[in-house]
């Protein structure tokens, strides 16, 4: 048994793995977190993957059970990705303001 299969996927300690991806998302990642956030960010992003590929193995076994959804229940959850998509990207641009604004305590105060 490998020895990472012994650990549950939160648990154990780091080991370094070799993982090829295009130079231009290396620099954006890096550029992100620096070089020394570089692990934990990929770390993140594969547990989102993992929580989205079970999540889509959970819908397809409920689909196999019921039914597929109805029209409406498709529009009402393709509503609500949009919402969610629509505040993550305002976060997102609400976060790079503050990262471009330089420390808050040089912010201008709101009168």
Do not use: C, H
Not at 8 to 17: H, L, R, S, T
Not at 87 to 93: D, H, K, N
């Amino acid at each position: 048994m490998d020895s990472a299969e012994q650990y549950g996927k939160d648990e154990g300690p780091a080991q370094k793995v070799s993982v090829s991806m295009p130079a231009g998302r290396i620099a954006a990642v890096k550029a992100r977190v620096g070089a020394r956030g570089f692990s934990a960010y990929v770390s993140a992003a594969v547990e989102r993957q993992i929580q989205r590929d079970l999540l889509e193995e959970l819908l397809q076994q409920k689909e196999a059970e019921i039914g597929p959804p109805s029209p409406q229940v498709e529009e009402w959850a393709a509503e609500i990705f949009r919402e969610a998509e629509t505040l993550a990207t305002s976060e997102r641009l609400t976060d790079d303001r503050k990262e471009n604004s330089g420390p808050e305590w040089l912010a201008p105060k709101a009168s």
